[in-house]
């Protein structure tokens, strides 16, 4: 809803690939403001989007799924983000909605932040097939330690150009350019691994519909805790067998993850791994075997594992696993956004600059928050059942 | 007598491809320790079964190659091409671009009557060209969702459409730790609909075939081709040409003539009380098993050892459970080769744990919006457990 982002991207290397008619931008901007986004902007911009959204859609022999990608801690991704959403839903119903959504990390800048996450949470909760949150701190974290790998010089070891998960382009960039560039450039990857089997063969190929009928048990539950490897390449040409498990071990670490989360010590729903290369199903195997024991998984889906094998390894490396998990981990997550919107909304704070837009009241707030709580209960319900002893259920007895 | 295969989803299809070069390769292999007209007579009669004739002399799979996206067939076909050996047809294809996500109900419901005309078209062209029809092989998987769900429902059509005709299925157990989360929930809606429209299950086993390629083959990395080929290589085994009881020059006429399907007299079943599993599996139990010998000295082969007694149930003896098929012409290079099939309390365990976990999952209700969602209700699974505790009761009572 302001030009500046729209504009450098038409200008940039990239500018042939975006059909410039395919655009939408206003001047002022949503002021940080879900309220703006969502129902001013949202009413304002309906008809264009719904327009072209079925230009777009024309175009496809088979629509299978919209990946909308938004923040939710600004007004435009996480108002008009979500209200795009409502309308895929209504027009669009039987394609799956992926929303990549970037959570504000503890030290945003942004005040009510809180308020516009919570409120796009909602819409999140009810609207999107399959969500996949990201926050700014766990990518930041994950730059610094390739910054280290790369700068230590541990041991002479060199990192292959081009394989690095945070530069398209390779070449170790100096710290001049914005780093948000390189932090993108994670997600960035994060969505090429997801549709890599769509794109390419494989031995056991895996469509984006089958990620949401395998991982969400529950419709509500469904939030996927992301984590790539590997995050470079060592130029060491032989790689044995060893570095392929390490990718493995490396995919369960909470230092790997994209959130702030720790998926081995919380309860696991279902998980996906999701592995590009030269990698075969007794690798697998082996490493599901392997890292099976020190994971927790719920009662009734002991064995719950998808995979995935494509052949085609992502530029500069000789494979990659993308690891989803549908895990109780993203409970503090939700927790610590429920905390810093109650101390604001306890103080009312900022709270006119929402109630003052046409159609927002006091219960959309409410509502958020309820709908958000009841989301964490379920989880806790889950957690709960963690280290109960696993029972076999009696079986229906017949007659023979 | 020409046997129809059609192939279904990714699995499918790629096992199909293996299968069709396992059985060209041993037609074609000069070492067949036999004499030339020999070579000659097993060659066309494999041809026949399995291949059509082209002008200019490559032969065509007699395959109807099934797919919801467009991947693997590609794969498929070309790799056909690229052997320069044999190919499938042109137009023996049914693609589409979304896949079934991995979810039974959507290959059931709605791919199966929207492409019902167009795979069931395809398969009686295919039919149109057979001299005489042997029947349908049938290869998909139980974790997936057009393997299992399409393939299911394109049975129970050929079941319609074909009554007189034998249907085999050859399915895919997938690996017990997962390959698909909802495995077991596809597995039991395609098993309890496949007994009632299916007269045979072929099962392999990916953990079993895996075990046979670390363990025997000594294969360190092992991959999905490996897996495939020697499936391929024990379909093979049992499906070339072999010997009828009428004469030793003639090569049996129906090569799916298996006949499982024996319906105990229900008179005579004793009643017992009911036992625990594991108590009851101590000694596998057969209802009827076959014998394949092929190669050098088959004729001299003792296989007094598969005609005791004791192996089979009490209302079948061997003479009329245990058959031996055999021909000189040696398969696939093997100077001696022997395969079995099977109808036993073998596969008892491993449906008993696939009942076992579904069940423990379909208590939870985890994944059954996905299925409601395209017309299978709880009901349609409560009827499948009914139905997969039934045959476990079954077997175990042999």
């Known amino acids: 809803?302001?030009?500046?982002?729209?504009?450098?991207?038409?200008?940039?290397?990239?500018?042939?690939?975006?059909?410039?008619?395919?655009?939408?931008?206003?001047?002022?901007?949503?002021?940080?403001?879900?309220?703006?986004?969502?129902?001013?902007?949202?009413?304002?911009?309906?008809?264009q989007i719904l327009e072209k959204l079925r230009k777009s859609a024309e175009h496809c022999d088979c629509l299978q799924c919209f990946f909308v990608i938004h923040s939710m801690g600004g007004g435009t991704g996480s108002g008009l983000g979500t209200f795009l959403l409502k309308v895929l839903e209504d027009e669009f119903p039987e394609v799956y909605r992926f929303v990549t959504s970037i959570y504000p990390s503890g030290e945003d800048?942004?005040?009510?932040?809180?308020?516009?996450?919570?409120?796009?949470?909602?819409?999140?909760?009810?609207?999107?097939?399959?969500?996949?949150?990201?926050?700014?701190?766990?990518?930041?974290d994950i730059i610094s330690k390739i910054d280290l790998m790369v700068n230590s010089g541990k041991l002479g070891t060199t990192v292959k150009p081009k394989s690095?998960?945070?530069?398209?382009?390779?070449?170790?960039?100096k710290r001049q350019e914005k780093p948000f560039d390189a932090m993108n450039n994670i997600v960035a990857n994060l969505l090429l691994n997801l549709t890599s089997s769509a794109r390419f063969e494989g031995s056991l190929n895996m469509d984006l519909n089958e990620i949401s009928m395998n991982l969400v048990p529950f419709p509500q539950l469904?939030?996927?805790?992301?984590?790539?490897?590997?995050?470079?390449?060592?130029?060491?040409?032989?790689?044995p067998p060893r570095r392929l498990d390490q990718m493995f071990s490396d995919a369960f670490s909470k230092d790997h993850q994209l959130i702030q989360a720790d998926p081995k010590h919380s309860l696991y729903l279902a998980c996906a791994l999701m592995v590009r290369g030269n990698v075969q199903i007794s690798d697998l195997r082996r490493n599901i075997e392997r890292l099976?024991?020190?994971?927790?998984?719920?009662?009734?889906?002991?064995?719950?594992?998808?995979?995935?094998?494509?052949?085609?390894?992502?530029?500069?490396?000789?494979?990659?696993?993308?690891?989803?998990?549908?895990?109780?981990?993203?409970?503090?997550?939700?927790?610590?956004?429920?905390?810093?919107?109650?101390?604001?909304?306890?103080?009312?704070?900022h709270l006119h600059h929402y109630l003052q837009i046409e159609g927002m009241e006091e219960s959309c707030f409410s509502e958020?928050?309820?709908?958000?709580?009841?989301?964490?209960?379920?989880?806790?319900?889950?957690?709960?059942?963690?280290?109960?002893?696993?029972?076999?259920?009696?079986?229906?007895?017949?007659?023979? | 007598m020409s046997i129809v295969t059609v192939q279904l989803g990714q699995c499918g299809n790629q096992i199909g491809f293996e299968v069709f070069d396992a059985l060209f390769s041993d037609s074609h292999c000069t070492q067949g320790l036999c004499s030339?007209?020999?070579?000659?007579?097993?060659?066309?009669?494999?041809?026949?079964?399995?291949?059509n004739e082209e002008e200019n002399g490559v032969p065509i799979a007699r395959a109807v190659l099934v797919d919801m996206e467009p991947k693997v067939i590609n794969q498929t076909l070309s790799k056909a091409v690229q052997s320069s050996r044999w190919k499938y047809g042109q137009r023996s294809c049914f693609c589409q671009k979304q896949g079934s996500g991995n979810n039974w109900a959507y290959g059931y419901s709605v791919h199966g009557p929207r492409h019902e005309e167009s795979v069931m078209n395809l398969i009686q062209k295919e039919v149109e060209k057979c001299d005489s029809l042997g029947g349908f092989f049938i290869i998909m998987s139980m974790a997936g969702g057009t393997g299992s769900g399409l393939g299911t429902f394109i049975t129970q059509n050929l079941q319609d459409q074909y009554s007189s005709s034998l249907k085999m299925n050859h399915i895919i157990w997938p690996y017990g730790t997962g390959e698909v989360i909802v495995q077991n929930y596809n597995s039991i809606l395609t098993l309890s609909h496949l007994y009632r429209s299916s007269d045979a299950l072929l099962v392999h086993e990916n953990d079993a075939v895996h075990k046979i390629c670390a363990k025997l083959m000594n294969i360190k990395q092992i991959s999905f081709n490996n897996i495939n080929q020697v499936i391929a290589h024990q379909l093979g085994s049992v499906f070339q040409p072999t010997y009828s009881e009428e004469g030793s020059f003639h090569y049996r006429r129906n090569p799916l003539g298996i006949d499982w399907q024996v319906?105990?007299?229900?008179?005579?079943?004793?009643?017992?009380?009911?036992?625990?599993?594991?108590?009851?599996?101590?000694?596998?139990t057969s209802i009827a098993n076959l014998v394949v010998l092929r190669g050098k000295d088959v004729h001299s082969a003792d296989v007094a050892g598969f005609k005791d007694p004791a192996l089979y149930t009490s209302w079948l003896g061997p003479d009329n459970a245990f058959n031996v098929w055999t021909t000189q012409r040696a398969f696939s290079k093997y100077e001696k080769s022997a395969a079995l099939v099977s109808n036993s309390q073998f596969l008892v365990k491993p449906l008993d744990m696939i009942v076992s976990k579904a069940w423990n999952m379909f208590a939870s209700k985890a994944y059954i919006h996905q299925y409601t969602k395209f017309g299978i209700e709880e009901e349609d699974f409560l009827d499948s457990f009914t139905l997969l505790e039934q045959v476990v009761a079954s077997y175990c009572n042999l």
């Open chain 2, 36 to 51: 030339k007209r020999e070579n000659e007579a097993y060659r066309s009669s494999c041809k026949e079964r399995f291949f």
């Open chain 1, 1 to 47: 809803m302001e030009e500046g982002v729209v504009n450098e991207i038409l200008q940039g290397p990239l500018r042939d690939v975006f059909d410039s008619k395919q655009l939408i931008t206003d001047i002022s901007g949503s002021g940080n403001n879900w309220a703006v986004g969502h129902k001013v902007f949202g009413h304002l911009y309906q008809e």
């Open chain 1, 222 to 239: 469904h939030y996927l805790v992301s984590s790539l490897t590997p995050l470079y390449t060592l130029a060491d040409v032989n790689i």
């Open chain 1, 292 to 349: 099976k024991p020190s994971l927790q998984f719920v009662s009734w889906n002991q064995e719950g594992w998808k995979t995935s094998l494509c052949s085609v390894p992502p530029v500069g490396h000789c494979h990659s696993l993308l690891a989803l998990a549908n895990n109780t981990c993203v409970k503090p997550t939700f927790m610590d956004l429920r905390e810093r919107f109650t101390r604001l909304y306890k103080k009312k704070a």
């Open chain 1, 368 to 400: 958020a928050l309820s709908s958000l709580s009841a989301l964490i209960q379920e989880y806790s319900q889950l957690d709960a059942t963690k280290s109960m002893p696993v029972e076999d259920l009696p079986r229906l007895s017949v007659a023979v």
């Open chain 2, 263 to 284: 319906q105990p007299p229900l008179s005579r079943l004793p009643t017992l009380g009911k036992r625990s599993l594991s108590e009851q599996l101590r000694f596998n």
């Open chain 1, 109 to 140: 800048d942004v005040i009510t932040s809180p308020y516009n996450s919570i409120l796009a949470m909602k819409e999140l909760n009810e609207h999107a097939d399959c969500v996949l949150p990201v926050d700014n701190q766990s990518l930041f």
């Open chain 1, 164 to 173: 690095l998960v945070t530069s398209s382009a390779g070449a170790f960039k």
